[in-house]
Each structure stands twice: as C-alpha cells, then as structure tokens.
C-alpha cells in the first residue's frame, strides 16, 4: 500500500468519525442553535457530586462530569434548554453541544440520559432534585438507556464543542413528554476516570452550552368555515425565525381529512414521501384531501375524494411541507428505531374541525391537542389566555388562534383540576400567574408570559386534586390582613378520612402561611376534590369535602382567610363539587353527592332550603344566572339540566325561609358537565357525554344549538372566554375545542 | 479456516470470550464449529397487581365500581431489573384508548446486580372526572421502563 493511499485511508475515517460525532444536518427547513445562558427564563444547569451530596453547584462555571475511582465518586451534569422560542414546531434533529474545557483521560464514555424528574438550577444537589426534596434515587432520576453517548480523546477533543443527539427526547417533548432535561454520566461499564470532563456552564463567560435545532414550524392561524357542502380552510405558512438557517423553503402543505372522528395522532406522512390526493395514511385510513407545493394559504373542500357529507363532522389536520418533502411531524423517515414516528407524531399538528350543512353549518373556533384525556377545564383569562393543565404538561394559549405561546410546562404529576389564573395588575406577584396543584404533591406557580415557574412547593406528603382557590390581596377588604395574594388548596389522601389538610399559601413565594389539619381536636376532614371558593364579602374561604361516606362527619367548611381558623361547619354528606356564591354572597349554593342543591347563609351558616329534583340527585356545581335576589340557579343531575328560582319571605333570609321554585327542566343530555351560566347571558352551556357541548336558553330550558366535539368522547366543564365570545372545553379525546359563542 | 472465518463473523460483544477460548485452544486443529453460547442475562419481567387503596392489603382485582372506589393502586413486581438507576411510567389509558394520565416514578437497584423491586403508584378515582363524570369502562395500564414499553393490564370501572 502506497503511502498516499494510507493518507486518503485516515483521511476517509477521520471524515467518518467527524460525521459520527457531528451528524451533518438532516433536510429540513430551519435549524436554529439556541445558546443557554443567565438571561434564560426557563432551563438551567449544574453538576451533583455524590462525595459532596448536600452541596449546589448551580452557580458554577464548569460542569464536571466523572467517574469514581480510588475513594473518588461520580460527579454528573445536569441540563435543561429554554425552548421557549420554538412553541410549535416538528422536530427533525436536535443535538446538545458542549464545550468541553479538559478532558483527564481518553477512551472514557460520556452518555446522555433523559431526565424524569423535576430539579430546579439553585436547588438539585446529589441527594436532592428540589431545596428541599430528594430525588427518588440519590444522584438524579433517569432513563436507563443512553438518549446518545460520546468518547472524546483527552489530546485532539479538548477546547472545542461536541454533540450529543437527543433527537427523540426533543421530540418527546412536543408530543407528551415533560421536558426536565439532561443528566451527563461517565459510563463506568468499562472503567473510571475519576476527574473526567469539564464543559462550560451557563454561567461561563463563553462557549455556554447549546442546543442545535433542525425542524419545520408548524402552520398557524388555521381556520375553517363550513358551508352547505363544503368546508373552507385557511391558515397561515410560517415564515423563518429571526436568526434561523434555513435549508430548505417552505413549499405548501398537506392536509389531511377524517369523518366523525379525528385524524390519527399517529397518522404522519413520512418526510420524502410524495403523496397524492385522494391517497390515505395511516391504519385510520386518514385522506390526503389537498397537497400543495406553491405556499397556499386556502383550500375549499367541496367534496374530494369521496365527497362531504352534510351534518357530519370532519376534522382536517394541516402539516407544513418543504422543498425536500418533509412535513412538521415530530418523526424522520425511518420506520421503525431511531427517527421512526411515535404514536403522537402528528399530534400537535393543528387541526380544526367542522360540520357542513345545508340550514346550520358550524366548525370550531380552534382545536388543540392536549395530549390527554383529563377533561381538566381550560382556565381562562378573558381576550389574553388560555391555561390547559392535561395529565403532567401545561399549556400556554393563545385564545385567538389556540396556538401554544410556549412549549409545555412540565408538571411533576398529574393535573386534575382548572388552571387558575389571574392577571398582572390584579395579582399581588406582578405579572400573569397560573396556579396548579397537582397529584406529585406540589403546588405550582407558573408565570404565563414566560412559561417559568416561579415557585414549587410540597406541603404536604399527598396528592392533590382540586383546583386552587384564590383570595386575591387586591379585591379583599380590611379584615384580610395578609400582605399577599393567598392560595388555598385542599388535599386528597385516599388512605384516611379524618385527616386530610388545607393549606394557605403565600401566592408570590408558595410558603405556608397555615394549615388545617382535620382530625384530633379538630373535626374529621375527607379527600378534597373541588377548588375552594372565596366569600369577599364575608371574609371567608368555603371549602367542600367528602364526609366519610355519610353525615357524621362535616363536609362544607368556612375557614379564615387570614389563620386557617375553621368558623363554621356543616354536615351535609359528601360533596365533590365547589360551592357557589350568589352574585350579592347572599347565598352559598351547595350541591350534595347524589342529593339536593342546598342554600346556606353565608353568615350564620344555616340552611335556607334546599332541592332534590331527582334523576339520581344533583351532580356537579350549580351556576346562578341572576344578580340579585330572586336568583335563577341552574343545576344537573344524571341525565337532565335544571332551572330553579330560590327566594326568602325575608330579608335577611331566615333558616328554612328560603324556598326553591321549578322554573324548567328536566332538560335532558347525556351525563352533563356542571352548567355555566352567569348574570347577562341568555344561555346555558353545559358539555355531555354526547360529545357535544350544548346551548340552552336560559328562559325556557329548550336545548336549541349544540356543537359536537368528536363523537364517542366526554365533554368537560364549559369554559367562556367573554372577551372574545367563545365557549371552551376539554374532552375525553384529549383535545381543547374552542366555539363561537352564541351558537 | 473456514471456522475461523464463521467465529470472526460473531458480534463483537462475544469478541473476548472468542479471544479466550481461541487461546485455550491454540494449536488443536479445528475441523469442525466450536459452539459458543454466551450466558444469556436473566430476563427481564414484570407483573402488575391493581387494588383499591380502601381495600386492605393489595389483593389483585381487575373490576372497581365508581362508588366505592377511592385511589387506584398499580403495584408493578419487577424481576431481573438491571442495575442502577430506573424510570417506571404507568400509562393509563381511558376506554377510548386515549392516555388520561402518567405516572412516572424512579427507583434504583444496586450496580452489579439484578433487582426484584415492586414499584408502587396510585392515581386518584374518588371524587376526579372520573366519577364526576362517570368514566366507565374497560382501562388500560401500560406499563413502561426507561421508555420502553414492557406491558399492560386491563381492567373495568363500573359505573354506579
């Protein structure tokens, strides 16, 4: 072999190393390099270092990743990227890059593990992923299996950046997954190195951690308009991010089509493919109705490939394509491995849906995938946001267009409740907030504009359930003595029926301002499952709970706002619903498990009447539709919606003075939400186990609209946007629908 | 010769064990295959054991009735789990197929070792949509670990 042939032969396989470590970049659209650094909202990095368990390394400029060796112990990085810029996108490639300061030996095996476990910057030490909260296993909580790993050389690796593929985590994390980040190890299959690598922080003064993607965005502004026969579509081709490489133009897109129910999360055409009209995708045998590669913005379905029917629902789902055939699934092209789709591939490809028909064509404002079937209502804030909590994620609306404003918000466990939300000016914490409890037993804060959290906590060792109940500073009178806004939030330990907790906290840190425990001294207190509600005229906190399966113990409570001081409570068997306030706080409407909608003076706490209209009893929270005494209550049972008056002969109402009068019902819809309906609307929505959200006026009762979600799905409490006149809710198919309101 | 080529063909994995035995053998001749059966790790397995949290103990049941149900609780006996650091995620998946809530929980077996942990979660019934709402029907409890899904069990909710 001549020497020059030896030459090309290191040369070929140094240029196959080099595209091992740095894989040369994938057809896509845009690829855009966002650098970690101090001005980062969310994200952060540190190190944990198993001989110092106890130490935070959050501010430090190096990230040292080792092995153990001779009395030393493992040393690993953690870190997580602010994606916040990229809310909506297919992800095709993304790779992590550090630099790499030193290198002790080579032939070591750095890997990348997906993190599982929430950990904040200042708090993640070796024994703990929170200040105050460990991580299940000592030194952090990961995947098994390496996401990618590298074997820099200690000589020619030193001082430059090198690549960590973590394309399907990044996926994962537009399609389900939270994303907490990434734990660097030392492999020590094969050896330690008990000083091992150094990579530049955060905090460094240069050369920060990176992270290199390669997407296409997704469509925005998708509209439809249902005529007789027809369907009219509209959206919006993305155009660049500011300072993104782009390697190929958008070219158009394609668009599926489904009848009466969605299009497949798992429906993904497959990047190079060219598909024609009419073709299908996917076991759902979703339709390929319209495929364009000159950038345009509308389509009228009238009736391809196998036209529409009237009065059915269809769904059309919109994915941005490029001029090297690759659409905005979260997937490449292969079919099964690494780049192989996962079942949510399309997921959070927006879609619409829409309903042709000859007297009363509709379709929804705008429909989101959540990513799960929680039925969490949509927590609203009227013409500025919309905050969905499903399952373990987050989502930041916007509730013009549904499009996220940020990439998820990871959630340590499982939402069950309404975000609450409340906005800057009226917030003691000064900018837009959204409070979660959640069943990993924290309570979180989550600032809405950024998508950070502001603060976590744990004050308890239980899951909760319910939402939050707020007390605002600002709309409280001069006997709410505290100096911020209060969060309150009640507790679900399955495993006792006395003593579960209500916590009062501070709304700008999270820190317990008190508690109330039931049991001992104090009366018993079952699993809370509804969000309490704030009495500002009386100065009180209402909470409902379950009773121990009966009436021995209570089940309404009206607590201090101020010390937790329990002032009153009621044995009236179990409730899973909120109280409700009358307009004037006149009233507190309660509605039993399965029993009557009860009236109790706020003040005295005695019961004024109550109603059991029957139909297995009244379920979910009752709406009041009047401001002022008589009120127009609306209620739900079984099977049936249900209109009553209540009124005194007195004023103050005494006990038992208070009578309820059938104004309409039993209006019947299958499984029904709790009502919504507020003084000045002349309708009441109510969503069903029909899949549909129904509009009933409020007069008469008479059923006269409904828009249908999705078939075969349960539709949740009904959200209204009163700014821009929609009716929001979840359903069982994991979706946020949006609607015109009135119907 | 030919054999050799046949052993040289082997994944690298069983390259050592091949170097080893090669010595042991150096200077036979080798007319015929040499069998090489690498040990096989202990496979790995599960079974999952659903319970009412009111029950006492956890004795397996497949059917709940929303009345009376509290917390679901999934405990997962693991065997033959690798050593180290573990992620489990239960998926549980309404009727409709669709995911209504994960679970994710780590946990740690000693390095060197295969482990036999059972891994206990429990999701809240009593008072959720689920029996707001009525969520009846035949669920689903899919059970992953590191990201791989390893199985699932079924099972009813009644309604009232």
Not at chain 1, 30 to 53: M, N, P, V
Not at chain 1, 289 to 305: K, M, Q
Not at chain 2, 48 to 64: E, H, M, P, Y
Request: proline letters at 5%; one cysteine or more; hydrophobic letters at 40%.
């Amino acid at each position: 072999m001549k020497v020059s042939d030896k030459l090309k032969k290191r040369l070929l396989l140094a240029l196959l190393l080099s595209a091992a470590w740095d894989c040369s970049p994938v057809a896509a659209r845009e690829q855009k390099t966002l650098t970690l650094t101090t001005a980062a909202t969310r994200g952060g990095d540190t190190y944990i270092d198993s001989s110092a368990t106890t130490s935070n390394f959050g501010t430090a400029t190096n990230l040292n990743v080792a092995g153990k060796n001779s009395g030393a112990n493992p040393v690993r990085a953690l870190i997580q990227f602010d994606l916040t810029s990229l809310p909506s996108i297919g992800v095709k490639q993304a790779k992590i890059n550090l630099f790499v300061s030193s290198i002790n030996k080579a032939g070591f095996i750095y890997e990348a593990h997906l993190l599982t476990s929430l950990w904040t910057e200042s708090g993640a030490t070796w024994a703990n992923r929170l200040a105050t909260t460990a991580w299940a296993t000592a030194g952090g909580v990961y995947n098994a299996t390496a996401s990618s790993s590298l074997t820099p050389n200690n000589t020619t690796d030193v001082g430059i950046y090198h690549a960590w593929d973590i394309t399907a985590d990044a996926q994962s994390w537009y399609s389900g997954t939270q994303n907490f980040g990434h734990l660097f190890l030392q492999n020590q299959t094969h050896g330690n190195d008990a000083t091992g690598i150094n990579i530049n922080s955060r905090e460094a003064a240069t050369n920060n951690p990176q992270i290199a993607l390669t997407f296409l965005q997704q469509i925005s502004s998708l509209n439809a308009a249902a005529g007789n026969g027809s369907v009219a579509l509209s959206w919006t081709n993305p155009t660049p991010i500011s300072g993104s490489t782009v390697l190929e133009a958008y070219t158009g897109v394609l668009i599926l089509r489904q009848q009466d129910k969605a299009v497949a999360a798992a429906s993904v055409p497959a990047d190079g493919t060219t598909y024609s009209q009419c073709s299908t995708i996917g076991s759902n045998n979703d339709v390929v109705v319209f495929v364009s590669t000159s950038s345009a913005t509308t389509f009228t379905d009238s009736g391809v490939c196998g036209g529409l029917t009237n009065d059915h629902l269809y769904f059309y789902k919109v994915f941005a394509l490029d001029a090297a055939t690759n659409y905005s699934t979260e997937c490449g092209t292969a079919t099964s491995g690494t780049g192989a789709c996962s079942a949510n591939g399309s997921a959070i490809v927006p879609e619409v849906t829409a309903v042709p028909s000859a007297t009363a064509p509709y379709h929804a404002a705008w429909v989101f995938n959540t990513l799960a079937g929680s039925l969490s209502s949509p927590g609203v804030d009227p013409g500025a946001s919309v905050v969905t909590a499903s399952n373990a994620l987050m989502f930041d609306l916007n509730p013009q267009t549904g499009a996220p404003v940020a990439p998820p918000i990871g959630i340590g466990g499982a939402v069950a409740g309404r975000p609450v939300l409340i906005d800057g000016p009226d917030d003691s914490i000064g900018h837009n907030v959204a409070y979660v409890p959640a069943q990993d037993n924290f309570v979180y804060a989550a600032n809405t504009d950024t998508g950070s959290l502001d603060w976590v906590v744990s004050p308890s060792s239980v899951p909760f359930v319910a939402s939050a109940g707020i007390q605002a500073k600002l709309f409280s009178g001069a006997s709410y003595i505290l100096a911020q806004d209060l969060v309150v939030v009640g507790t679900h330990n399955a495993g006792s029926t006395s003593a579960n907790q209500i916590f009062g906290l501070n709304g700008n840190s999270g820190a317990t301002v008190w508690t109330f425990t039931g049991g001992g001294l104090n009366p018993s207190l079952d699993i809370i499952s509804s969000a309490p509600s704030v009495d500002y005229v009386h100065g009180a906190i209402w909470v409902t709970s379950r009773s121990n399966g009966g009436t021995s113990q209570p089940s309404l409570w009206k607590l201090n706002p101020n010390t937790g001081v329990v002032l009153f409570s009621a044995k009236l068997g179990p409730i899973d619903y909120s109280p409700t306030l009358s307009p004037q706080s006149d009233v507190l409407f309660v509605s039993v498990n399965g029993g009557a909608l009860t009236a109790i003076d706020p003040v005295t706490g005695s019961t004024l009447g109550s109603i059991n209209p029957g139909d297995g009893g009244v379920k979910n929270s009752p709406a009041v539709a009047t401001a002022s005494m008589p009120y127009t209550v609306v209620l739900t049972t079984n099977s049936q919606v249900w209109s009553y008056q209540f009124s005194c002969l007195t004023n103050p109402c005494l006990p038992g003075g208070g009578t309820f009068t059938k104004f309409w019902g039993g209006t019947a819809i299958n499984n029904p939400s709790a009502p919504l309906t507020y003084s000045g609307l002349t309708k009441v929505y109510v969503g069903g186990g029909d899949g549909k959200i129904h509009e009933l006026d409020l007069a008469t009762g008479v059923d006269g609209k409904q828009r249908l979600l999705n078939t075969s799905v349960t539709v949740g409490d009904v959200g209204i946007d009163t700014v821009l006149s929609l009716a929001l809710a979840s359903a069982s198919d994991g979706r946020c629908y949006a609607f015109a309101i009135p119907f | 010769m030919s054999s050799m080529k046949r052993q040289l063909r082997l994944p690298s994995l069983f390259l050592p064990v091949l170097g080893s035995i090669m010595i042991a053998i150096g200077g036979c001749a080798m007319n015929s295959p040499i069998m090489i059966v690498a040990p096989q790790p202990a496979p790995l397995a599960m079974a999952v054991r659903l319970c009412d949290s009111a029950a006492l103990g956890c004795v397996n049941t497949t059917n709940f009735s929303l009345a009376s149900m509290r917390d679901l609780t999934v405990n997962v006996d693991w065997q033959n789990v690798p050593g180290g650091t573990h992620t489990q995620q239960l998926a549980v998946l309404l009727p409709n197929g669709v995911v209504y809530q994960t679970i994710s929980q780590g946990f740690g077996v000693p390095e060197s070792t295969l482990g036999s942990p059972t891994v206990i979660d429990a999701m809240p019934v009593a008072g959720t949509f689920i029996t707001q709402r009525q969520l009846a029907g035949e669920w689903t409890v899919q059970v992953s670990l590191d990201g791989a899904v390893v199985g699932l069990q079924k099972f009813q909710l009644e309604a009232n």
